[in-house]
């Protein structure tokens, strides 16, 4: 069984940085696509980014272009997402997941195309 871990949330002031990090474990991840999301209080979950098995495609979502950037090494089956420039809105519960690992040279967008889950790690920007 995979599991997910986040960690690397808490509280920062606006234009602050954070740094997530996603280890999974029970196998390699090395094949499949890792997705950042997040949701914040009474709104959907979001696609914030993702990145494909092998690096060589990470796309974002507009709101977050340029401020944030997602790496993984899969040496040590972990995906990052480094936050800066945080502004207020930027706060949620933050979850990575793997996608399936036949679509992962594609990253998806779509949260149902995701196989596992972590528990997420809270993201607070205070303004």
């Known amino acids: 069984q995979v599991q997910l871990v986040e960690s690397g949330g808490g509280l920062v002031q606006a234009g602050g940085s954070l740094r997530l990090s996603c280890a999974a474990s029970g196998r390699t991840l090395s094949r499949n696509a890792m997705g950042w999301f997040r949701q914040a209080p009474g709104a959907e979950r979001e696609f914030v980014g993702g990145i494909s098995w092998s690096g060589g495609n990470v796309i974002y979502v507009d709101s977050v272009k340029g401020r944030f950037t997602i790496s993984r090494d899969n040496a040590k089956n972990t995906v990052y997402l480094q936050m800066n420039s945080l502004k207020p809105e930027d706060t949620a519960v933050y979850y990575c997941?793997?996608?399936?690992?036949?679509?992962?040279?594609?990253?998806?967008?779509?949260?149902?195309?995701?196989?596992?889950w972590g528990q997420g790690t809270q993201v607070t920007v205070s303004s």
């Open positions: 997941a793997a996608s399936t690992p036949l679509s992962g040279m594609v990253v998806q967008t779509a949260a149902h195309l995701y196989e596992y």
